[in-house]
């Protein structure tokens, strides 16, 4: 049995496959989709109802990222081969959607953090003040009581970051530190326990040893926030400790201290906003 084929000139193949005629003959240039029978006498190009599908597949494949040399590539498949390539592309495309939800959940924490600097810059300084805070997951890092306010504690921050780099995520920009809540007659006697910055990912597998996830507990805190100095600071840690004492809270607590860049202009000096926080209840 003989059948007719009919034969679609490129203005007509353009119109049923919603690409531009400029496109059609690209592609035949460059060897992706070619006519099925050119007139040799015009050079007009004609195609078969057939190649529709060919096209539907090539526009599917674009959309999904693929370069005209893979297209090639891949129009000269088997099916098997073809089902092959499209498993690792949903495999690609799932984990550059579990990155993109990352960052969208870096980019909701990291613009939290900004609020939070913001509310820390805008308090009354040297002013004693109550708040809520809500639990906060945090990455700490254990500095084994050998860091005081007066040292630069660069190197155990860089753990933090170095440990969440490891994990495909990045350190946020408020980081903070915990000692516990004594009588310490000069800043030099206050020694960091450990250091944290928050982390929105808890599922972190490959951590140092002296690195660990660990919560800040959700509660009321007594707080007070000042320009960072080393007078500063001692002055303003002793009047929290003593509205702390007026309470008759027990003495067994820690201190949480959140220090904010006032500007991130690397020709400005840097000066910090620092805020003490005791958990009340």
């Known amino acids: 049995m003989n059948y007719i084929v009919s034969y679609f000139s490129i203005n007509e193949m353009a119109k049923l496959s919603n690409l ?30 057939r190649q529709i599908s060919d096209l539907d597949i090539i526009k599917y494949l674009k959309y999904m990222g693929a370069s005209l040399e893979e297209i090639r590539h891949i129009m000269k498949m088997s099916p098997e081969s073809l089902c092959e390539f499209l498993d690792k592309q949903e495999f690609t495309i799932n984990e550059q959607i579990q990155k993109l939800n990352n960052i969208q959940k870096l980019l909701t924490h990291h613009k939290n953090h900004i609020r939070e600097q913001t509310r820390i810059n805008n308090q009354e300084f040297g002013i004693i003040y109550h708040r809520d805070i809500d639990k906060r997951s945090v990455l700490k890092v254990n500095c084994n009581n050998i860091v005081t306010p007066l040292d630069q504690a660069d190197i155990y921050f860089r753990i933090l970051s170095k440990t969440l ?25 206050i020694h960091y326990s450990s250091l944290y910055t928050s982390t929105t990912k808890m599922d972190l597998t490959s951590l140092p040893s002296d690195v660990h996830v660990d919560s800040i507990p959700k509660g009321t805190y007594m707080c007070i926030a000042f320009k960072w100095s080393v007078t500063e600071y001692y002055k303003y840690f002793c009047k929290l400790k003593k509205a702390y004492d007026l309470l008759g809270l027990s003495i067994e607590n820690n201190v949480y201290e959140v220090s904010v860049p006032n500007n991130y202009a690397a020709s400005n000096d840097k000066d910090f906003i620092t805020e003490l926080q005791i958990k009340i209840d």
């Open 165 to 189: 780099e490891n994990e495909d995520t990045i350190m946020a920009p408020l980081c903070g530190y915990i000692y516990p809540l004594k009588n310490y007659n000069s800043i030099e006697k």
């Open 20 to 49: 531009s005629i400029q496109t059609l003959r690209y592609y035949d240039q460059v060897d992706i989709f070619k006519p099925e029978y050119v007139n040799p006498d015009n050079r007009y190009r004609y195609y078969s109802f």
